[in-house]
């Protein structure tokens, strides 16, 4: 991995599908912290879906990448020069919004310090981070599953969707999925516990498909996807139902979202769609530490990882996050971990 | 009004909307009250839109009406017999499921007497019945409306929507609405109270008319109609929205729905659609009573009623109720009110 100061590039808003044509890899400008500043050199990345929605141009919940200027997300790094109290120099550090880039400056509050080693410190942007607590809050909070009741998570093998349907067992729920291929349909019966699991790639009808895997119908649906797959499933919502509504990433890249038609059966059973934002929930992260670091040492949370190596895999890592590619929280190192 | 007993029978499964084929006028059969029964001579009905749920052969939240079997819904009459403990000859009734029909015997659980005349007897199917339940559950259990925040209603000249209208008025809310014509426009504005009102029929675009009457977005929608004008408003809903979903009126005439393609917003928004029924919700009928009855004492809700004369007039009462043909609450009317 080269020694330089280096960055990537958001360019420009994307039609579809991210390509290399999005990103540019450049030379980054140095400079020193100011007071209150801590300047960090970076060690690794998390690529999340949710990093597709700010390359829109629209603003939603989070303001849009600029073109022109580096792509920021949760990232992991060590202090190499501190003007603020409470950081020093060789402090492991991880923010919401590390810029992508060798090292870079930035106010202290910016980032939090990593304080045990007794984890891989890339756990702290998945499993420990946003994505562990998207999957506690969404599932226990929103969806708020009794034990014995039906839940069904789409994206199954992906980060967040892997943590609520294990959180899910733990919780003595009958736990079903939908993923996108047999590779993954495995992964989540055969390594992390489902109950069952769909491939859709490989349904003939994706409702039929759902009321195959889901045979009590649904109590707790944990929506990734968005799209026929909400469709499918909202005709098999129990009544009283909850729909925890956390991602839609089978329309990110869609010009125009797909049609839903079946939302009639919130009427009949009663039921609710509550989107939510992780960033809201954020007082919850205490009780979501001390669960998942007990869950991680009695080895009842299975995790894995997909690493993609230097900034110069950021494009090819983007394109198989959100199509599915491979199995694993994504991330990117651009340095190895320090002793 | 004939003396003879006579009833209205369900025909048969309607396509789209129910015409004068979905019903007949027949003689209806007498039975005497066996032990825990009394008989109940009718003297008006409630036709209300949840009704058209009921001929479509699919068990919803309720059952299906039969082929051959009489219409049954809200009703008040007088009873004439008894062998229940309770009830008296002379004693005014209202019943969820009175048949449509002249006179009718059944067990006396399926009846509540009405303990005072203060008002007019036909407002215990509608203001102080179950449309005003729906009103007051829909909005401020499932809604949640705070003061100051922006209230919007669909169908809002219907029964249901009136109320909640003038409800959300007096919770200190601001109040928009969806109508379809002018009249019913001026009625909500001039009427009732409301702050703004489109008609969805004159409006060019539907998106446009629902900014223009929430200039400041939407905290609480009431939906009645479901379709074109529930993707329209989920373009202007507020952070932490709330949608009531009480009906989709607009629907159920339909071989297939329409399409719905915003939901998305309600990831941004952090909002959620929640469908009730009302009868999960009869714990909260002393307290609405006791507000309605106070409100309705100081003039602060406004009512009107359609009334229409005997059975024969059922099957135009139901096309006009929902086609929105007319203002105010639909009623039936076969016996003139005891003195």
Redesign the interface.
């Known amino acids: 991995m080269s020694e330089a100061n280096q960055r990537i590039v958001f360019v420009d808003i994307p039609k579809g599908m991210p390509g290399p044509e999005s990103f540019r890899l450049e030379p980054a400008p140095r400079s020193e912290p100011a007071e209150g500043e801590i300047r960090v050199r970076a060690i690794l990345f998390s690529l999340d879906p949710y990093m597709r929605g700010r390359m829109t141009g629209r603003k939603?919940?989070v303001a849009p990448f600029e073109p022109g200027h580096p792509l920021a997300g949760y990232g992991i790094g060590q202090v190499v020069d501190s003007r603020a109290a409470g950081f020093s120099p060789g402090d492991l550090v991880v923010s919401p919004a590390l810029k992508f880039q060798s090292a870079s400056t930035g106010p202290a509050r910016g980032f939090a310090k990593i304080a045990t080693r007794e984890f891989p410190l890339s756990y702290h942007v998945g499993v420990l981070g946003m994505p562990g607590l998207t999957a506690y809050v969404g599932l226990l909070d929103i969806g708020g599953p009794k034990s014995g009741e039906s839940v069904f998570v789409s994206a199954a093998a992906s980060t967040v969707g892997a943590l609520v349907g294990q959180i899910a067992k733990l919780k003595g729920c009958r736990v079903a999925g939908s993923v996108g291929s047999e590779a993954k349909r495995r992964y989540c019966v055969d390594e992390l516990g489902f109950d069952d699991c769909l491939d859709y790639r490989a349904a003939e009808r994706l409702d039929q498909a759902v009321a195959q895997v889901c045979p009590g119908g649904i109590d707790v649906y944990f929506e990734n996807v968005?799209g026929p797959l909400?469709d499918a499933v909202l005709k098999y919502i129990n009544v009283g139902a909850r729909i925890a509504?956390?991602?839609?990433i089978s329309?990110y890249n869609l010009e125009?979202?797909?049609?839903?038609?079946?939302?009639?059966?919130?009427?009949?059973?009663?039921?609710?769609?509550?989107?939510?934002?992780i960033t809201?929930h954020e007082q919850r992260r205490p009780a979501f530490l001390a669960d998942m670091t007990a869950w991680l040492r009695a080895g009842k949370i299975r995790y894995r990882e997909k690493v993609f190596e230097g900034f110069e895999s950021v494009p090819e890592a983007f394109r198989s996050m959100l199509s599915g590619g491979h199995l694993g929280k994504t991330i990117v190192r651009v340095a190895a971990d320090p002793d």
Do not use: S, V, W
């Open positions: 939603t919940y968005g909400l509504l956390c991602g839609m329309q125009r979202p797909e049609p839903i038609y079946n939302l009639i059966a919130l009427l009949a059973k009663r039921a609710c769609i509550q989107g939510f934002i809201d």
